[in-house]
């Protein structure tokens, strides 16, 4: 997923002018983002995150222990300017998603279903061409 900023879903303002309400709204942003598509936090496998300043990565890291109890995801930062000057921190992460089984249909063209398991945690294209 992409990276998400401290933004209210409802009014799109930035939440929070301090780490831990910024970093506490992208990561709901996130779970919110991973429960339509199946996914949970449990699944995040990686994140990337951007600071627009050092300090604020031991606020980070305290909000960051609140939504992984256990068995955190590996992560990776930096410190970077960001456009917004309101804006602290914005959050990527790649998550597994349900596995989706491909099916062929009668007019040869892939159908999904829900399936058990998961997917490895990338994202991909699949396509089904019917021989001529």
Same mark, same amino acid.
């Given at each position: /997923?992409?990276?998400?900023?401290?933004?209210?879903?409802?009014?799109?303002?930035?939440?929070? @002018?301090?780490?831990?309400?910024?970093?506490?709204?992208?990561?709901?942003?996130?779970?919110?983002?991973?429960?339509?598509?199946?996914?949970?936090?449990?699944?995040?496998?990686?994140?990337?995150?951007?600071?627009?300043?050092?300090? @604020?990565? @031991?606020?980070?890291?305290?909000?960051?222990?609140?939504?992984?109890?256990?068995?955190?995801?590996?992560?990776?930062?930096?410190?970077?300017?960001?456009?917004?000057?309101? /804006?602290?921190?914005?959050?990527?992460?790649?998550?597994?998603?349900?596995?989706?089984?491909?099916?062929?249909?009668? @007019?040869?063209?892939?159908?999904?279903?829900?399936?058990?398991?998961?997917?490895?945690?990338?994202?991909?294209?699949?396509?089904?061409?019917?021989?001529?």
């Amino acid at each position: /997923m992409s990276g998400q900023g401290p933004f209210d879903p409802a009014s799109g303002a930035v939440v929070g @002018d301090s780490i831990e309400p910024q970093a506490r709204q992208c990561f709901t942003n996130i779970s919110a983002i991973l429960a339509a598509a199946g996914s949970s936090l449990d699944d995040v496998v990686s994140a990337t995150f951007i600071l627009r300043d050092a300090e @604020d990565f @031991d606020g980070l890291n305290a909000e960051w222990a609140r939504w992984f109890l256990s068995d955190p995801p590996a992560r990776m930062g930096t410190k970077m300017g960001i456009s917004l000057p309101e /804006m602290r921190i914005s959050i990527s992460v790649v998550a597994r998603l349900p596995l989706r089984r491909h099916r062929l249909g009668g @007019d040869g063209l892939g159908r999904m279903a829900e399936g058990e398991g998961f997917e490895p945690p990338v994202a991909c294209a699949t396509a089904v061409f019917k021989s001529a």
